[in-house]
Protein backbone atom coordinates (compact mmCIF):
# COMPACT_ATOMS: atom_id res chain seq x y z
CA UNK A 1 0.00 0.00 0.00
CA UNK A 2 2.53 2.45 0.77
CA UNK A 3 4.50 1.60 -2.40
CA UNK A 4 1.12 2.65 -4.03
CA UNK A 5 1.21 5.65 -2.23
CA UNK A 6 4.53 6.35 -4.11
CA UNK A 7 3.46 5.62 -7.00
CA UNK A 8 0.62 7.75 -7.12
CA UNK A 9 2.57 10.71 -5.97
CA UNK A 10 5.02 9.98 -9.05
CA UNK A 11 2.14 10.19 -11.35
CA UNK A 12 1.02 13.49 -10.51
CA UNK A 13 4.50 14.98 -10.33
CA UNK A 14 5.13 13.66 -13.62
CA UNK A 15 2.45 14.58 -15.22
CA UNK A 16 2.55 18.36 -13.33
CA UNK A 17 5.51 18.70 -15.43
CA UNK A 18 4.02 17.59 -18.40
CA UNK A 19 3.44 20.51 -21.27
CA UNK A 20 -0.02 19.83 -22.81
CA UNK A 21 -2.65 19.82 -19.75
CA UNK A 22 -5.55 20.46 -22.57
CA UNK A 23 -7.75 23.41 -22.55
CA UNK A 24 -10.30 24.70 -19.28
CA UNK A 25 -13.85 24.60 -20.55
CA UNK A 26 -15.28 27.89 -21.13
CA UNK A 27 -18.73 27.76 -22.24
CA UNK A 28 -19.92 27.80 -19.05
CA UNK A 29 -18.63 31.28 -17.83
CA UNK A 30 -17.87 30.16 -13.80
CA UNK A 31 -15.32 27.07 -15.20
CA UNK A 32 -13.24 29.15 -16.92
CA UNK A 33 -11.60 29.95 -13.93
CA UNK A 34 -10.51 26.63 -12.68
CA UNK A 35 -7.16 26.62 -12.78
CA UNK A 36 -4.88 24.06 -15.41
CA UNK A 37 -2.20 23.42 -13.10
CA UNK A 38 -4.23 21.47 -10.77
CA UNK A 39 -4.13 17.47 -10.76
CA UNK A 40 -5.88 15.16 -7.56
CA UNK A 41 -6.02 11.74 -7.56
CA UNK A 42 -7.92 9.59 -4.77
CA UNK A 43 -8.16 6.20 -4.16
CA UNK A 44 -11.21 4.45 -2.32
CA UNK A 45 -10.71 0.97 -1.58
CA UNK A 46 -14.16 -1.14 -1.19
CA UNK A 47 -12.59 -1.83 2.68
CA UNK A 48 -12.40 1.82 3.74
CA UNK A 49 -8.93 2.51 3.32
CA UNK A 50 -7.86 5.83 0.79
CA UNK A 51 -5.03 7.14 -0.44
CA UNK A 52 -4.78 10.44 -2.35
CA UNK A 53 -1.87 12.48 -4.16
CA UNK A 54 -1.57 16.21 -5.54
CA UNK A 55 -5.03 18.28 -5.14
CA UNK A 56 -6.92 15.78 -3.92
CA UNK A 57 -8.56 18.09 -1.45
CA UNK A 58 -9.69 20.95 -3.76
CA UNK A 59 -12.70 20.96 -4.73
CA UNK A 60 -13.89 21.31 -8.10
CA UNK A 61 -17.33 21.24 -10.53
CA UNK A 62 -18.70 17.41 -10.45
CA UNK A 63 -20.62 18.30 -13.91
CA UNK A 64 -21.54 15.38 -16.25
CA UNK A 65 -20.01 13.05 -12.94
CA UNK A 66 -23.00 13.79 -11.38
CA UNK A 67 -25.26 11.67 -14.15
CA UNK A 68 -23.93 8.78 -12.52
CA UNK A 69 -25.55 9.40 -9.56
CA UNK A 70 -28.96 11.11 -11.09
CA UNK A 71 -29.07 7.50 -13.01
CA UNK A 72 -28.88 5.57 -9.94
CA UNK A 73 -31.36 7.14 -8.43
CA UNK A 74 -33.61 7.29 -10.99
CA UNK A 75 -33.35 3.39 -11.42
CA UNK A 76 -34.16 2.78 -7.86
CA UNK A 77 -37.13 4.81 -8.48
CA UNK A 78 -38.56 3.60 -11.71
CA UNK A 79 -36.55 0.60 -12.72
CA UNK A 80 -36.95 -0.75 -16.30
CA UNK A 81 -39.23 1.96 -17.44
CA UNK A 82 -36.36 4.28 -17.97
CA UNK A 83 -35.34 2.45 -21.16
CA UNK A 84 -38.15 3.26 -22.53
CA UNK A 85 -37.57 6.55 -22.42
CA UNK A 86 -33.46 6.82 -23.27
CA UNK A 87 -31.10 4.55 -24.91
CA UNK A 88 -28.07 2.51 -23.52
CA UNK A 89 -25.85 2.92 -27.01
CA UNK A 90 -22.66 5.22 -27.04
CA UNK A 91 -22.77 8.25 -28.88
CA UNK A 92 -20.15 8.84 -31.98
CA UNK A 93 -21.66 12.75 -31.35
CA UNK A 94 -21.11 15.47 -29.55
CA UNK A 95 -22.96 15.01 -25.68
CA UNK A 96 -24.56 17.87 -26.39
CA UNK A 97 -25.83 17.43 -30.29
CA UNK A 98 -29.01 18.39 -30.93
CA UNK A 99 -29.30 16.66 -34.69
CA UNK A 100 -28.65 13.33 -32.75
CA UNK A 101 -31.58 13.86 -31.19
CA UNK A 102 -33.73 14.75 -33.76
CA UNK A 103 -32.44 11.75 -36.01
CA UNK A 104 -33.88 9.81 -32.59
CA UNK A 105 -37.21 10.89 -32.68
CA UNK A 106 -36.26 12.08 -29.23
CA UNK A 107 -35.02 9.41 -27.52
CA UNK A 108 -31.59 9.99 -26.47
CA UNK A 109 -28.83 7.67 -27.05
CA UNK A 110 -27.52 7.03 -23.32
CA UNK A 111 -28.51 8.44 -19.66
CA UNK A 112 -25.10 10.55 -19.85
CA UNK A 113 -25.37 12.48 -22.94
CA UNK A 114 -27.53 15.81 -22.14
CA UNK A 115 -30.50 15.36 -23.99
CA UNK A 116 -30.37 11.49 -21.44
CA UNK A 117 -29.50 13.42 -18.59
CA UNK A 118 -32.14 16.01 -19.07
CA UNK A 119 -34.82 12.70 -19.15
CA UNK A 120 -33.53 11.32 -15.94
CA UNK A 121 -33.22 14.66 -14.20
CA UNK A 122 -37.54 14.81 -15.60
CA UNK A 123 -37.94 11.37 -13.69
CA UNK A 124 -36.48 12.29 -10.63
CA UNK A 125 -38.29 15.57 -10.26
CA UNK A 126 -41.50 14.50 -11.36
CA UNK A 127 -44.16 16.22 -9.49
CA UNK A 128 -42.08 18.04 -7.07
CA UNK A 129 -40.54 21.68 -6.61
CA UNK A 130 -37.04 21.75 -8.13
CA UNK A 131 -36.12 22.52 -5.20
CA UNK A 132 -36.89 19.38 -3.36
CA UNK A 133 -35.49 17.09 -6.23
CA UNK A 134 -31.51 19.21 -6.08
CA UNK A 135 -31.70 18.65 -2.55
CA UNK A 136 -32.94 14.31 -2.67
CA UNK A 137 -29.83 14.36 -5.65
CA UNK A 138 -27.31 16.11 -3.16
CA UNK A 139 -28.72 13.88 -0.11
CA UNK A 140 -27.50 11.26 -2.29
CA UNK A 141 -24.19 12.10 -2.77
CA UNK A 142 -23.56 13.48 0.86
CA UNK A 143 -24.65 9.43 2.14
CA UNK A 144 -22.37 7.87 -0.46
CA UNK A 145 -19.73 9.80 0.16
CA UNK A 146 -20.51 9.96 4.15
CA UNK A 147 -19.64 13.79 4.27
CA UNK A 148 -22.20 16.22 4.47
CA UNK A 149 -19.78 19.08 3.80
CA UNK A 150 -20.37 18.36 0.23
CA UNK A 151 -22.89 21.46 -1.67
CA UNK A 152 -24.26 22.83 -4.68
CA UNK A 153 -22.35 25.95 -6.09
CA UNK A 154 -24.82 28.03 -7.15
CA UNK A 155 -22.45 30.04 -9.06
CA UNK A 156 -21.98 27.61 -11.21
CA UNK A 157 -25.59 26.61 -11.80
CA UNK A 158 -26.37 30.30 -12.26
CA UNK A 159 -23.83 30.80 -14.90
CA UNK A 160 -24.81 27.40 -16.51
CA UNK A 161 -28.54 28.91 -17.11
CA UNK A 162 -27.27 31.85 -18.23
CA UNK A 163 -25.49 30.26 -21.36
CA UNK A 164 -27.29 26.81 -21.82
CA UNK A 165 -28.80 27.77 -24.88
CA UNK A 166 -28.14 24.05 -26.47
CA UNK A 167 -29.31 22.16 -23.35
CA UNK A 168 -32.42 24.51 -23.62
CA UNK A 169 -33.02 23.36 -27.75
CA UNK A 170 -32.40 19.63 -26.18
CA UNK A 171 -35.22 20.00 -23.36
CA UNK A 172 -37.46 21.63 -26.28
CA UNK A 173 -36.85 19.04 -28.39
CA UNK A 174 -37.55 16.15 -25.85
CA UNK A 175 -40.73 18.43 -25.33
CA UNK A 176 -41.60 18.57 -28.23
CA UNK A 177 -41.80 14.99 -28.78
CA UNK A 178 -43.82 14.08 -25.90
CA UNK A 179 -40.68 12.30 -23.75
CA UNK A 180 -40.96 15.18 -21.04
CA UNK A 181 -43.33 15.38 -17.78
CA UNK A 182 -42.30 18.66 -16.51
CA UNK A 183 -41.87 22.25 -18.62
CA UNK A 184 -38.29 22.54 -19.94
CA UNK A 185 -37.13 24.87 -17.41
CA UNK A 186 -38.27 23.34 -14.51
CA UNK A 187 -35.97 19.87 -15.77
CA UNK A 188 -32.90 22.59 -16.49
CA UNK A 189 -32.65 24.01 -13.37
CA UNK A 190 -32.70 20.61 -11.52
CA UNK A 191 -30.16 19.66 -14.37
CA UNK A 192 -27.99 22.66 -14.19
CA UNK A 193 -27.82 22.25 -9.86
CA UNK A 194 -26.93 18.37 -10.13
CA UNK A 195 -24.08 19.39 -12.51
CA UNK A 196 -22.57 22.06 -9.94
CA UNK A 197 -22.43 19.73 -7.27
CA UNK A 198 -18.77 21.02 -5.93
CA UNK A 199 -16.63 18.03 -3.97
CA UNK A 200 -13.08 16.99 -4.24
CA UNK A 201 -11.18 13.97 -5.08
CA UNK A 202 -11.34 12.10 -1.89
CA UNK A 203 -15.27 13.05 -1.64
CA UNK A 204 -15.70 11.58 -4.89
CA UNK A 205 -14.30 8.47 -4.74
CA UNK A 206 -16.07 7.92 -1.50
CA UNK A 207 -19.06 8.19 -3.33
CA UNK A 208 -18.26 5.91 -5.91
CA UNK A 209 -17.30 3.47 -3.83
CA UNK A 210 -20.60 0.97 -3.77
CA UNK A 211 -20.21 0.36 -7.80
CA UNK A 212 -16.85 -1.15 -6.94
CA UNK A 213 -18.26 -3.41 -4.15
CA UNK A 214 -21.53 -4.89 -5.69
CA UNK A 215 -23.50 -2.10 -5.19
CA UNK A 216 -22.65 -1.89 -1.39
CA UNK A 217 -22.10 1.05 0.58
CA UNK A 218 -19.22 0.49 2.03
CA UNK A 219 -19.02 2.37 5.49
CA UNK A 220 -22.57 1.16 6.32
CA UNK A 221 -22.93 -2.43 4.57
CA UNK A 222 -26.22 -0.54 2.95
CA UNK A 223 -27.26 -1.79 -0.77
CA UNK A 224 -27.51 1.25 -2.62
CA UNK A 225 -28.52 -1.10 -5.73
CA UNK A 226 -28.22 -4.55 -6.09
CA UNK A 227 -25.01 -6.22 -7.59
CA UNK A 228 -26.48 -6.25 -10.94
CA UNK A 229 -27.65 -2.79 -11.42
CA UNK A 230 -24.02 -1.99 -10.23
CA UNK A 231 -22.69 -4.22 -13.34
CA UNK A 232 -24.94 -2.81 -15.27
CA UNK A 233 -24.24 0.98 -14.34
CA UNK A 234 -20.77 0.07 -14.55
CA UNK A 235 -21.36 -1.47 -18.21
CA UNK A 236 -22.64 2.18 -19.46
CA UNK A 237 -20.26 3.78 -17.91
CA UNK A 238 -17.82 1.85 -19.53
CA UNK A 239 -19.61 2.32 -23.24
CA UNK A 240 -20.87 5.70 -22.73
CA UNK A 241 -18.66 7.55 -19.81
CA UNK A 242 -16.01 9.26 -21.69
CA UNK A 243 -18.42 11.27 -24.35
CA UNK A 244 -17.35 10.34 -28.21
CA UNK A 245 -13.74 9.27 -26.95
CA UNK A 246 -15.46 6.14 -25.07
CA UNK A 247 -13.82 3.50 -27.36
CA UNK A 248 -10.13 5.34 -26.47
CA UNK A 249 -10.44 5.28 -22.70
CA UNK A 250 -11.59 1.70 -23.03
CA UNK A 251 -8.63 0.80 -25.05
CA UNK A 252 -6.03 2.77 -23.30
CA UNK A 253 -7.54 2.43 -19.23
CA UNK A 254 -9.74 -0.21 -19.49
CA UNK A 255 -11.67 0.37 -16.40
CA UNK A 256 -15.51 2.11 -16.51
CA UNK A 257 -15.61 5.78 -15.87
CA UNK A 258 -17.55 9.10 -16.10
CA UNK A 259 -16.09 12.20 -16.85
CA UNK A 260 -17.73 15.55 -16.42
CA UNK A 261 -16.09 19.10 -18.13
CA UNK A 262 -15.43 20.40 -14.65
CA UNK A 263 -12.60 17.77 -15.43
CA UNK A 264 -13.20 15.17 -13.28
CA UNK A 265 -13.60 11.63 -13.80
CA UNK A 266 -14.73 8.65 -11.77
CA UNK A 267 -13.18 5.22 -12.71
CA UNK A 268 -14.32 1.94 -10.95
CA UNK A 269 -12.28 -1.30 -10.40
CA UNK A 270 -14.53 -3.50 -9.46
CA UNK A 271 -14.20 -5.84 -6.37
CA UNK A 272 -11.19 -3.31 -5.50
CA UNK A 273 -11.88 0.22 -5.60
CA UNK A 274 -13.04 3.97 -7.09
CA UNK A 275 -10.86 6.37 -8.13
CA UNK A 276 -11.61 9.85 -8.18
CA UNK A 277 -9.35 12.14 -10.63
CA UNK A 278 -9.44 15.92 -11.32
CA UNK A 279 -7.50 18.29 -13.35
CA UNK A 280 -9.43 20.93 -15.27
CA UNK A 281 -7.68 21.11 -18.51
CA UNK A 282 -9.83 19.33 -21.17
CA UNK A 283 -8.52 17.24 -24.44
CA UNK A 284 -10.32 17.23 -27.35
CA UNK A 285 -13.17 14.78 -26.63
CA UNK A 286 -13.93 16.75 -23.47
CA UNK A 287 -12.30 14.58 -21.08
CA UNK A 288 -9.63 15.66 -18.88
CA UNK A 289 -6.58 15.49 -20.08
CA UNK A 290 -4.17 14.84 -17.24
CA UNK A 291 -6.75 13.22 -15.27
CA UNK A 292 -7.49 10.35 -18.23
CA UNK A 293 -3.29 9.79 -18.51
CA UNK A 294 -3.02 9.87 -14.12
CA UNK A 295 -5.96 6.61 -14.96
CA UNK A 296 -3.69 5.51 -17.58
CA UNK A 297 -0.48 4.77 -15.72
CA UNK A 298 -2.03 3.95 -12.38
CA UNK A 299 -4.51 1.16 -14.29
CA UNK A 300 -1.11 0.25 -16.19
CA UNK A 301 1.20 -0.23 -12.24
CA UNK A 302 -1.72 -1.63 -10.71
CA UNK A 303 -2.81 -4.42 -13.50
CA UNK A 304 -6.40 -2.84 -13.22
CA UNK A 305 -8.73 -3.80 -16.20
CA UNK A 306 -11.65 -5.11 -16.68
CA UNK A 307 -10.38 -6.96 -19.41
CA UNK A 308 -7.84 -9.35 -17.87
CA UNK A 309 -5.45 -9.42 -15.67
CA UNK A 310 -1.57 -8.19 -16.08
CA UNK A 311 0.39 -10.77 -17.43
N1 LIG B 1 -23.51 20.96 -17.27
C1 LIG B 1 -22.75 20.60 -18.43
C2 LIG B 1 -23.56 20.81 -19.70
O1 LIG B 1 -24.69 20.58 -19.71
C3 LIG B 1 -22.34 19.18 -18.30
C4 LIG B 1 -21.50 18.73 -19.44
C5 LIG B 1 -20.55 17.63 -19.08
O2 LIG B 1 -19.90 17.65 -18.04
O3 LIG B 1 -20.48 16.71 -19.90
O4 LIG B 1 -23.10 21.23 -20.70
Not at 13 to 40: F, H
Not at 115 to 130: E, R
Not at 176 to 191: D, H, S
Request: glycine share 10%; with cysteine; hydrophobic share 45%.
Amino acid sequence: MSDLQGTLSEIVAALKAAGDRGKVADYIPELRTADPEMLGIAIAYIDGRLLSAGDASQAFSMQSVSKVFTLTLALGAFGDYLWDKVGREPSNEAFNSIAELERAKGVPRNPFVNAGALIVADLLLGSHQPRETIGEILRFVRFLADDGDIVVDERIARSERQTDFRNVALANFLAAFGNLRNTPERVLGVYAHHCAISLNCLQLAKAGTFLAKEGRNPSNGYAVVSAERARRINALMLTCGQYDGSGEFAFRVGLPAKSGVGGGILAIVPGVASIAVWSPGLDAHGNSQLGCAALERLAHCQGWSVFGAKP
